[in-house]
């Protein structure tokens, strides 16, 4: 087997409803995976508090949209703007939205305007958006904040670290690793606290601990981050 892993790209598990460790925000992980064609949610938290990977992981079902802050205003628009009789996502997730310029807010308005018309008729779909405070702390113009709260509104909260060690040892579980706690309290004390790019690591760490045909050790971890082999140029 190859060592060259090439970690600093080694791409992080696609965000999913299914592997978003909800921690304390269990209500919210329910409200995604229960939201419906004509029902809004809005969430809302620090930075690192898995709001983009709720969003994320809605827009990646059948269906579904996913729409960035900086994204041009006209793809907004086109949404908010469709012919009637065109066929819509069934569930758009707009993230970021205290980054939105005057343009954008702009077209996100028009499209709550249009998700609220089309609620409760066949054409309804469902709004998903995400910004880093609650809704009338946002700084945007005044009636899109008072649409920010029309529909369910969830504060999120940032793992703690013993839910990230307690999502770090189920994911080493399923892929029958026998991981000491000194290698999590390791990874978790001495890389990137992101939940995403401690489960890369984790990845990284099965993968090269194969190709040495070594158990996984605190002493095999340090190797295979100081390996140059598993570095990019």
């Not at 670290?161 to 189920?170: E, F, I, M, Y």
Request: hydrophobic share 45%; glycine share 6%.
């Amino acid at each position: 087997m190859s060592r060259q892993l090439l970690l600093d790209v080694l791409p992080a598990p696609a965000p999913t409803l299914g592997n978003y460790i909800a921690g304390p925000n269990g209500a919210a992980l329910a409200a995604a995976r229960s939201l419906k064609t004509g029902q809004a949610l809005y969430l809302w938290g620090p930075a690192g508090c898995g709001r983009s990977h709720l969003l994320r992981g809605l827009a990646d079902q059948p269906g579904g949209a996913y729409l960035q802050a900086d994204q041009d205003a006209r793809d907004f628009l086109a949404l908010a703007q469709a012919d009637p009789q065109a066929e819509l996502p069934t569930l758009v997730a707009v993230d970021d939205v205290h980054r939105m310029d005057e343009a954008r807010q702009s077209a996100l308005f028009a499209l709550y305007n249009r998700w609220r018309e089309s609620a409760a008729t066949g054409r309804a779909f469902a709004l998903a958006v995400a910004g880093d405070r609650a809704p009338l702390s946002m700084p945007l113009r005044e009636d899109l904040r008072t649409r920010l709260g029309w529909g369910l509104v969830f504060r999120l909260d940032p793992l703690s670290d013993a839910d990230k060690l307690a999502a770090l040892s189920a994911q080493a579980a399923e892929r029958g690793l026998q991981l000491a706690p000194e290698v999590l309290n390791w990874m978790l004390t001495h890389h990137e606290r992101d939940i995403r790019k401690l489960s890369a690591l984790l990845d990284a760490l099965d993968r090269y601990s194969l190709a040495q045909r070594r158990a996984i050790t605190l002493p095999l971890l340090r190797a295979m981050l100081a390996d140059p082999e598993t570095q990019t140029p």
